[in-house]
């Protein structure tokens, strides 16, 4: 399946989710999110935790940083594309004080070429149909998570996994979009990056992710583990309207 987001005589438009509160949803159905809506979305909600709640939230960013963006597998004729996000990928980390993940020209090129025969690499694109990241995401057993140290994984059950996220494209949500991607493929997600890997760890934390340990990879390399399941995010969403419950109610009697 492909996500991607259109618009509306040019004005972005999005459902309104049914559990918003009444007050301040806009016009049943949809609820502008472009210009003349100031850019961003108004939802208590969706400030609090908009990329975790919604596939969308890249819409509730300024019109002059929006993406229109879809994800697609990649083609054996997509290799050099990706083997390009995949340098600028390391360049950013090493810019930003990560000298240690992803060294000696990892992913290799032989890596990826297995990852898209195997039906695995993924591309997200602008419409355009230029690259803007490429990730791995299969579903079934990772065998480096099935050992956790300093903690545990938030459940058993069968989960898909995102591997080799490389974005080329650092704005609009270009990282939070494929998360969000896989996590309509399968609503139990399970990744690792790198301690010191912040903008990662940043961008799988307000996707809905829970730091749960330490795994460490087959070659004794450590990895912080996240976990993102639906049981964890129908309780997140469950604290949030109660807190925005508590806000409105506030509001009211001042």
């Known amino acids: ?21 009444a007050k301040g949803r806009g016009p049943p159905a949809f609820r502008p999110l472009g210009r003349n809506a100031g850019g961003l979305h108004t939802s208590p909600l969706h400030r609090l935790l908009p ?29 050099d594309a990706a083997m390009a996000l995949y340098d600028h990928a390391r360049q950013y ?3 930003n004080g990560n000298d240690q993940q992803w060294g000696g020209g990892y992913p290799s090129r032989e890596l990826v070429t297995e ?50 996220l ?22 139990n ?3 690792d990056t790198h301690r010191i890997n912040l ?6 934390a307000k996707n809905g992710f829970h730091q749960c340990g330490i795994i460490y990879l087959a070659d004794g390399g450590e990895r912080l583990a996240y976990h993102k399941t639906k049981k964890k995010m129908e309780e997140l969403t469950g604290l949030l309207r109660k807190r925005i419950g508590r806000m409105d109610w506030l509001a009211q009697n001042k």
């Open 189 to 191: 997600l399970r990744a």
């Open 51 to 79: 990329c975790a709640i919604d596939p969308h939230h890249k819409e509730y960013a300024p019109a002059k940083e929006r993406l229109l963006m879809f994800i697609r597998p990649t083609q054996i004729e997509d290799l």
């Open 199 to 204: 903008p990662m760890q940043g961008c799988l």
């Open 1 to 21: 399946s492909i996500l991607a987001v259109g618009s509306a005589g040019g004005l972005s438009v999005l459902p309104a989710p049914p559990w918003l509160p």
């Open 115 to 164: 990852d898209i025969t195997k039906g695995q690499s993924y591309l997200c694109c602008d419409d355009n149909d230029t690259p803007l990241a490429v990730f791995c995401f299969t579903v079934g057993e990772e065998p480096t998570y099935r050992k956790i140290y300093q903690g545990t994984w938030l459940d058993e059950k069968p989960y898909g996994v995102i591997h080799r």
């Open 93 to 95: 980390m090493r810019q």
């Open 166 to 187: 490389g974005v080329g494209a650092h704005r609009g949500g270009v990282c939070s979009f494929c998360l969000a991607w896989c996590w309509q493929q399968h609503p």
